[in-house]
């Protein structure tokens, strides 16, 4: 049976898993082969996690698979070099603009600062800011720092995190464009430490694992401004996401950061171990992961999973203005109403002893994805303790085609639980919607599919209500 909102069957669930589906077909790109660790990762591994603002995770795939967090980790080390320093140091050495070139390259700006934080030239800089501002460091000072960073990372995800020691070894012995880009920012006078012990940290971060429910839970703490909303603890200033989510948005995705904001437009950042962290403010963490990487080191199916997310549920972070961002006004039973004085004595006496079995959610604003995704989980929580569930949407503006479709699926699959769904829908928000559909799409029937029933006013869902409470009632 499908859940609303909880378990694999649930309709979440299933519009991930479609999207799964749809992505799962390309074998285009390759996996990163520069150190024998990637190389030999598994192609075919596919995991997809989203994280909604309350914490909650939805899973498809390979989530429990662990890879390295690689470049995922870069606004993670400039998170803490801002809390560190604060913005106006960490501004003097590291730049905010695009790059548009390679994650790699050797680059820096006209006052040889690297360009952005997100590039390895910036993240090197970024992790060098956290060390002792001394030309010596102590291996053990290394081994502290790093420590903090672990903590530090593992309060984001909500999760202890450990490091892939092969990985870190080999990153450690193959670096040498990570050394020349160092060592080249420190002849600029860039680094204030050893050059060697900024290598080392940001080696070590790079080898970090974590899983896509990993990267989804990073993604809601970023998105709700450095608290994490699984643990309760605050990781980070506001401020200091406000500039992650900028920093992701305009160099997260390299040199297709333009293409990027246009086609999927959430603020988002990849590695070469092939995960992608995505980040949309206030609402959701995405974490996917697939391994075989396009020519920018970004993974094939992660972006388009990506695309498929923005375009399928809405997620462009431009995607439409919203009054606000509370999207139920209130829940409360029909106790909030004079039973209908058209029932004999006894039913009167009967419909007053089951008001409580029957609940009214009035929703407002302009109902996206994650919304309605929000809303179904309340449903859900309440569920047991009611048999009618009175929907109230006078109070909606817009409602976008995949919300739209999941209002439906809710209500169909709480009618298979043997609940009844009435919506009160005095503009006909939602069947015009669906009349539309139908006209787009040519396919007959969409606004004929048994739809929870609709009412112009509460009055008539509450006499609704009554007459199938009555329905139970002893003769
Ligand atoms: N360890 C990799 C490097 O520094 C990380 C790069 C990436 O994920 N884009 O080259």
Redesign the pocket.
Known sequence: MTSLTEGRTSLVAGYLQHIADQCAGDRSGKV?D?IPELAAADPEQYGLSLCAHDGYIYSVGDTATEF?I???SKPLTYAMALGEHGPDIVDAKIGLEPSGEA??EISVDSRRRPRNPMI?AG?ITAASLLLPQDREVRAESVDEVFAELVEFYSACAGRVLTIDDDVYRS?KST?S??RAIAYMLDSFGVIGTDPDAALDL??RQ??LRVTTDDLAVIGITIACGGLNPRTGRRVFSRRTAQRLLSVMTTCGM?DGAGDWVTSVGIPAK????GGILGSLPGQLGIGVFSPRLDDH?NSVRGVDTCRHLSADLGLHMFNIARDSRVTIRSVYDIGEFEVGPRWTGTHRAYLRGCRDRARVYELQGDLTFSDVESVLRRIDRDIDSCDIVIVEISRVDVIDPVARRMVVGGGLSLAERGKRVLLVDPDGALRDGLSRLEERTGLPGVSKIELPHMYSTMEEAVAAAESIQLEGAPQ
């Open positions: 990163a520069y390295t690689q470049s995922m994650f790699n390895n993240a990153e670096g464009r990570n940001y080696f790079c080898s390299y990849s590695g070469v171990g080191g």
